[in-house]
Nanobody, 123 residues
């Protein structure tokens, strides 16, 4: 089992930036992919970005449009999500998740989840 703890959420104005962090602990050696998801009120949870912990391969949801960057620091067991040019529609609870499925995007493929961190973008 992998334990995940997110941080870095907050309130930011439209056009601003935030960087989220996710620290992993436990059986991290079995983790292949770390991902970020988000869930806005009244909406389903959706994939944002993913990264392979070994090669650093990254992949994104189409709507990200180059505004977000996912990265990792394996020495710190930490994955980051840098978010730039934030929009009010980016407002959501952001979750970190872990899986051993290559290039997974479906939330059902991720077995470990953090508690989430709130991101609010004001207009």
């Amino acid at each position: 089992q992998v334990q995940l703890v997110e941080s870095g959420g907050g309130l930011v104005q439209a056009g601003g930036s935030l960087t989220l962090s996710c620290v992993a602990s436990g059986r991290t050696s079995s983790t292949l992919i770390m991902g970020w998801f988000r869930q806005a009120p009244g909406k389903e949870r959706e994939f944002v970005a993913g990264i392979s912990l070994r090669a650093g391969t990254v992949y994104y949801a189409d709507y990200v449009g180059g505004r977000f960057t996912i990265s990792r620091d394996n020495a710190k067991n930490t994955v980051y999500l840098q978010m730039n040019s934030l929009k009010p529609e980016d407002t959501a609870v952001y979750y970190c998740a872990a899986t051993n499925r290559w290039m997974a995007r479906d939330s059902d493929d991720f077995g470990s989840w953090g508690q989430g961190t709130q991101v609010t973008v004001s207009s």
